[in-house]
């Protein structure tokens, strides 16, 4: 069964530059999630949409922003990057059963990417 | 704020024994709930979930308990095999309008000979 793809698995950048992570969810999902995995920590929430409109906030600094595409797909954007950035950036897609957020059944994730900061 | 814990960081079991992990949350508005197992370097794998309305749900090898009055949820694992090796994330979901997850501290799950 086709799974969530992420891309690129391996990124890294210097201090303050920019990186763009792509998110592909399972096909007919409708609800893309994004969350932090710092090094031994659990994951993060960052934050998540909804048929292409932002549905819940996480702890998502500023310097992040992200958007869902008309095809689903999703993108995260990361500008002035900090040593503590360095982490695994996990996607995740569900289809919301009833249409509506909260409906949502269960969270499929993808492998990651991982994303050093020097 | 809220928040979801494990007991225990390591749990070390012997191939064939069963394996409880636990987890506990405090919201009570919580209606859906997930454990995931997660692999060195790889996204958490779902394993089972149960929702608000039910107390147990199995499936193969797994047993997910929720007790709604004390705000704790169990999986166990049967027969636990060297692939059960990983760390173990219980996520739960905060309430009916958001999706998000709260994940709980992970439990690392070895299996020795």
């Known amino acids: 069964a086709a799974g969530v793809i992420q891309s690129p698995r391996h990124l890294i950048k210097e201090k303050r530059e920019t990186a763009t992570l792509k998110c592909y969810p399972i096909p007919r999902h409708d609800t893309v999630y994004w969350y932090q995995q710092g090094p031994g920590q659990d994951p993060q929430f960052l934050i998540s949409?909804?048929?292409?409109?932002?549905?819940d906030k996480g702890s998502i600094p500023d310097r992040f922003s992200a958007q869902q595409f008309s095809d689903y797909h999703s993108e995260l954007n990361m500008s002035s990057l900090e040593l503590g950035d360095s982490a695994l950036y996990f996607c995740?897609?569900?289809?919301?059963?009833?249409?509506?957020?909260?409906?949502?059944?269960?969270?499929?994730f993808g492998p990651g990417t991982r994303l050093t900061v020097l | 704020g809220e928040s979801v814990g494990l007991h225990l960081p390591t749990l070390s079991v012997q191939e064939g024994d069963n394996s409880i992990i636990n987890c506990a949350y405090s919201?009570?508005?919580?209606?859906?709930f997930i454990w995931y197992k997660q692999e060195s370097g790889k996204g958490p794998q779902f394993i089972i979930d149960?929702?608000?309305?039910?107390d147990k749900r199995q499936g193969q090898r797994v047993t997910v308990l929720l007790n709604k009055t004390v705000k704790h949820l169990s999986l166990q694992i049967a027969a636990t095999q060297p692939g059960d090796s990983a760390v173990y994330f219980c996520a739960v979901r905060g309430s009916y309008n958001t999706d998000k997850l709260i994940f709980g501290t992970g439990t690392r799950l070895q299996v020795f000979p």
């Open positions: 995740a897609s569900s289809l919301s059963r009833l249409g509506y957020v909260g409906s949502t059944d269960t969270q499929y």
């Open positions: 949409f909804y048929e292409k409109m932002q549905s």
């Open positions: 919201n009570s508005a919580s209606d859906y």
């Open positions: 149960i929702r608000s309305n039910m």
